[in-house]
């Protein structure tokens, strides 16, 4: 079956930085798009930032030039480099892959920014 693991989540304070992987399988990962979304207390999921099987990426507003995502498709995995944390990225994170009508959701991984 179909799992995206993610980890790397955990407690920073402002300013830090983490960096989330997802690590899938039951796929073929080369031909999917990879994501990362974001659920904030309260708040709607919302775009991350998105790479496509060619490396292209893609990002909200409010983290670009922050964040990083990455892939690697000998390894099946995705990455999320995240520097110059804020309160206000304190949220679940969650991967996805999205292929066609294919779409998968790992089980999210909370990030806590906070001193």
């Known amino acids: 079956q179909v799992q995206l693991v993610e980890s790397g989540g955990g407690l920073v304070q402002p300013g830090g930085s983490l960096r989330l992987s997802c690590a899938a399988s039951?796929?073929?990962?080369?031909?999917?798009?990879m994501a990362w979304y974001r659920q904030g207390p309260g708040k709607q999921r919302e775009l991350v930032a998105a790479i496509t099987p060619a490396g292209a990426t893609n990002y909200a507003d409010s983290m670009k030039g922050r964040f990083t995502i990455s892939r690697d498709n000998a390894k099946n995995t995705a990455a999320l480099q995240m520097n110059s944390l804020k309160p206000e990225d304190t949220a679940v994170y969650y991967c996805?892959?999205?292929?066609?009508?294919?779409?998968?959701w790992g089980q999210g991984t909370q990030v806590t920014v906070s001193s």
């Open positions: 996805n892959a999205g292929y066609s009508r294919s779409d998968y």
């Open positions: 039951g796929i073929t990962f080369k031909i999917y798009r």
